[in-house]
T-cell receptor
């Protein structure tokens, strides 16, 4: 019963380094999402992919890129990490696309610290 | 753009009692969905309950129920018979298409 799997769970980077966070789901979901969670704030949407081959910006996309590799996998890349990107990152997926009441299923998160 | 406000950063309740968490949202859309998620210390995001905006009937899931006031754009969560395992952060969220916006959360502590 894997659901949504994120790797790695923890990572420490130096300013300016690059990194790719991996996400995979085995529920045959169409839509996938990347969020960041900062203290005192709820989750904020970085990017999403409504279907294989498409990606769109969310609320806070600056400094990030994404790739929807196939239906299962959706990666998030930090090209030049900055301390402001220190956060907990969550990947989520959902069955259905628009106008869907289906909830998002979340991974366990990646805690990323940038020094 | 949608905004979601949770005005209670922290709340506590005695075990077996009832507690209500508040949430207001602001969207100009007609077709949207509302959710409550629970995040225990393990950091997992767990769906508690969902509500379709076009449905007038309030959603219920066992001990969890909502009071959905569409005109007032209010979506509160009531937890009955609180249990120690309900201790967690609770997030209210509004979703239109693929754009889900979360509130800042309410930290709920259930006391024995």
């Amino acid at each position: 019963n894997a659901g949504v799997t994120q790797t790695p769970k923890f990572q420490v980077l130096k300013t300016g380094q690059s990194m790719t966070l991996q996400c995979a789901q085995d529920m045959n979901h169409n839509s996938m999402y990347w969020y960041r969670q900062d203290p005192g704030m709820g989750l904020r949407l970085i990017y999403y992919s409504a279907s294989e081959g498409t990606t769109d910006k969310g609320e806070v996309p600056n400094g990030y890129n994404v790739s929807r590799l196939n239906k299962r996998e959706f990666s998030l890349r930090l090209e030049s990490a900055a301390p402001s990107q220190t956060s907990v990152y969550f990947c989520a997926s959902r069955f259905g696309t628009l106008y869907s009441n289906q909830p998002q299923h979340f991974g366990d998160g990646t805690r990323l610290s940038i020094l | 753009a949608q905004t979601v406000t949770q005005s209670q950063p922290e709340m506590s309740v005695q075990e077996a009692e009832t507690v209500t968490l508040s949430c207001t949202y602001d969207t100009s859309e007609n077709n949207y969905y509302l959710f409550w998620y629970k995040q225990p210390p393990s950091r997992q995001m767990i769906l508690v309950i969902r509500q379709e905006a076009y449905k007038q009937q309030n959603a219920t899931e066992n001990r969890f129920s909502v009071n959905f006031q569409k005109a007032a754009k209010s979506f509160s969560l009531k937890i009955s018979d609180s249990q120690l395992g309900d201790t967690a952060m609770y997030f209210c969220a509004s979703c239109r298409d693929n754009d889900m916006r979360f509130g800042a959360g309410t930290r709920l502590t259930v006391k024995p």
